[in-house]
């Protein structure tokens, strides 16, 4: 009888309970995220099913799909392999100028979309410092949707850095000395001993690398050329679409962009508790 009192008690100890901060937390929550979020779907609702399957298979909706989610999947998988190489050399090296670079991580954050964009035109188009190097070779970044992809490397690298950097630095190198006194190489060490820690932090900051490539508007409407077909992406449909009165299409575009943003970072997510349980 008295287990069974306990167990009540702590089912209900793990209820919360109503307070002040609770109230106001669940307030902000509900007036930033479930209502801007719902007012969406029942503005996208009220086009007919018909309607609304039209306009999101239409050719240039597919084409911004495709332009804008598997660039940002590329973008980031590259940030990824970079992302944790310049958070190792940053917490396991030594060099002058350390913390300038350490800083110039979260410049991304702090410039203005706008500014990226054109700094990112001015350095990667022909006749920029690196795109006049790249010219001759028939390489075009600019304007294309190689600068779609840059523009996204760019913004998206901070968020892979800063989720890996705080893992890296709370490993102890005594693991590793006892894999090498084990007999184990420095890349059996890495792949066996280093990379299961890092893994879920590695996929949170994939995740929320992608979320922020994919919902990108102010860089890359300057460093692409906005062309259907070519490097359009699905944020500037929705502006264009806006532009024109077309209410319901910039509706139905960003329910699904929304609908396949939440259905990749609910895979990232599943697959990172999926490396937490078997590191």
Same mark, same amino acid.
Do not use: C
């Given at each position: 009888?008295?287990?069974?009192?306990?167990?009540?008690?702590?089912?209900?100890?793990?209820?919360?309970?109503?307070? %002040?901060?609770?109230?106001? #937390?669940?307030?902000?929550?509900?007036?930033?995220?479930?209502?801007?979020?719902?007012?969406? *779907? %029942?503005?996208?609702?009220?086009?007919?099913?018909?309607?609304?399957?039209?306009?999101?298979?239409?050719?240039?909706?597919?084409?911004?799909?495709?332009? #804008?989610?598997?660039?940002?999947?590329?973008? $980031?998988?590259?940030?990824?392999?970079?992302?944790?190489?310049?958070?190792?050399?940053?917490?396991?090296?030594?060099?002058?100028?350390?913390?300038?670079?350490?800083?110039?991580?979260?410049?991304?954050?702090?410039?203005? #979309?706008?500014?990226?964009?054109? #700094?990112?035109?001015?350095?990667?188009?022909?006749?920029?410092?690196?795109?006049?190097?790249?010219?001759? *070779?028939?390489?075009?970044?600019?304007?294309?949707?190689?600068?779609?992809?840059?523009?996204? @490397?760019?913004?998206? *690298?901070?968020?892979?850095?800063?989720?890996?950097?705080?893992? %890296?630095?709370?490993?102890?190198?005594?693991?590793?000395?006892?894999?090498?006194?084990?007999?184990?190489?420095?890349?059996? &060490?890495?792949?066996?001993?280093?990379?299961?820690?890092?893994?879920?932090?590695?996929? $949170?900051?994939?995740?929320?690398?992608?979320?922020?490539?994919?919902?990108?508007?102010?860089?890359?409407?300057?460093?692409?050329?906005?062309?259907?077909?070519?490097?359009?992406?699905?944020?500037?449909?929705?502006?264009?679409?806006?532009?024109?009165?077309?209410?319901?299409?910039? &509706?139905?575009?960003? &329910?699904? @962009?929304?609908?396949?943003?939440?259905?990749?970072?609910?895979?990232?997510?599943? *697959?990172?508790?999926?490396?937490?349980?078997?590191?």
């Amino acid at each position: 009888m008295a287990v069974a009192q306990s167990r009540i008690q702590n089912r209900k100890s793990k209820v919360p309970q109503f307070s %002040l901060p609770w109230g106001i #937390t669940i307030g902000y929550l509900t007036l930033m995220l479930l209502l801007p979020v719902t007012a969406l *779907l %029942l503005q996208a609702s009220q086009v007919g099913l018909s309607e609304f399957w039209r306009i999101a298979t239409s050719a240039i909706a597919l084409s911004a799909y495709n332009v #804008t989610f598997v660039t940002a999947l590329v973008a $980031t998988a590259v940030n990824g392999a970079f992302g944790l190489l310049i958070a190792w050399v940053l917490v396991r090296y030594d060099f002058p100028l350390k913390r300038l670079v350490d800083a110039a991580i979260d410049l991304p954050f702090a410039l203005p #979309t706008a500014v990226a964009g054109l #700094t990112l035109a001015n350095v990667y188009s022909e006749n920029g410092w690196i795109g006049s190097l790249l010219a001759p *070779l028939g390489i075009k970044v600019a304007f294309n949707r190689f600068g779609v992809f840059v523009a996204m @490397l760019f913004i998206s *690298l901070p968020f892979i850095v800063r989720a890996l950097q705080p893992v %890296l630095q709370e490993m102890e190198h005594e693991i590793e000395e006892a894999a090498w006194s084990l007999g184990a190489s420095k890349f059996q &060490t890495f792949w066996q001993v280093i990379f299961p820690p890092l893994f879920p932090a590695l996929l $949170t900051g994939i995740a929320l690398g992608f979320s922020r490539a994919v919902g990108e508007y102010g860089s890359i409407v300057i460093v692409s050329s906005n062309i259907a077909f070519k490097d359009l992406i699905a944020s500037v449909l929705i502006f264009q679409r806006l532009e024109q009165y077309d209410y319901a299409g910039a &509706t139905v575009i960003g &329910t699904v @962009l929304l609908g396949i943003s939440l259905l990749i970072l609910l895979a990232i997510n599943l *697959l990172q508790a999926w490396g937490k349980r078997y590191q």
